[in-house]
């Protein structure tokens, strides 16, 4: 199985800042990278695929790059309704994997 | 805008059958992949497994001798049954629609989630 590796676990910022996450495979994915969004008790919501197309409706603050093993999100202005946990997901060969998630906090 | 709307699971006692069902209103049920995910109490997402538009499945390893997906075409809806659950198999379980990117599928809409919590 592909192993991904989020960091950091959890982070603390405030509104305006600009956050970036980063997600390593532990093998080449190419492109193959997807970034969810959960706030607490909802369920996930899709941000990203092919490791920097938004998904429609997702704000242009969210931006992902990345190819390979190394990706990063980048949120550019934080707002109130992003102090989520965002995880990264590999779907480029069974079983897919997550990330174990980072938890952005206030 | 698609919607996935899902049911079942609850409460079930070790051993017993889980049982889940996810509807699609508004969207094409043809050319995606549907499949399903869990979150146990407090922890990270778990990709159980999917099946395709070709009717083909992939489950994972972990789960695979107690897994099936189905697909019912007729009615727009896809089903997850997980057989001999443990208490380990207490999660939230999300069904989940993957649209095509490059030679695979992303997700891109999700059910809002449904409680099994087994215990005896």
């Known amino acids: 199985d592909i192993q991904m590796t989020q960091s950091p676990s959890s982070l603390s910022a405030s509104v305006g800042d600009r956050v970036t996450i980063t997600c390593r495979a532990s093998?080449?994915?190419?492109?193959?990278l997807a970034w969810f969004q959960q706030r607490p008790g909802k369920a996930p919501k899709s941000l990203i695929f092919?490791?920097?197309s938004l998904q429609s409706g997702v704000p242009s603050r969210f931006g992902g790059s990345g190819s390979g093993t190394d990706f990063t999100l980048i949120i550019s202005s934080l707002q109130p309704e992003d102090f989520a946990t965002y995880y990264c997901?590999?779907?480029?060969?069974?079983?897919?994997?997550f990330g174990q998630g980072t938890r952005l906090e206030l | 805008q698609v919607q996935l709307q899902q049911w079942g699971a609850g409460l079930l006692k070790p051993s017993e059958t889980l049982s889940l069902t996810c509807a699609v209103y508004?969207?094409?049920?043809?050319?995606?992949?549907w499949g399903w995910i869990r979150q146990p109490p407090g922890k990270g997402l778990e990709w159980i497994g999917e099946?395709?538009?070709?009717?083909?499945?992939n489950y994972n390893p972990s789960l695979k001798s107690r897994v099936s997906i189905l697909v019912d075409t007729s009615k727009n809806q896809f089903s997850l049954k997980v057989t001999s659950v443990t208490a380990a198999d207490t999660a939230v379980y999300y069904c989940?629609?993957?649209?095509?990117?490059?030679?695979?599928?992303?997700?891109?809409?999700w059910g809002q989630g449904a409680l099994a919590t087994v215990t005896s």
């Open positions: 093998q080449d994915i190419s492109n193959y």
């Open positions: 508004g969207g094409s049920f043809s050319g995606y992949s």
């Open positions: 989940a629609r993957g649209r095509r990117s490059g030679d695979s599928t992303a997700v891109d809409s």
């Open positions: 099946i395709n538009h070709s009717g083909g499945t």
């Open positions: 092919g490791a920097s």
């Open positions: 997901q590999q779907y480029y060969s069974y079983p897919r994997t």
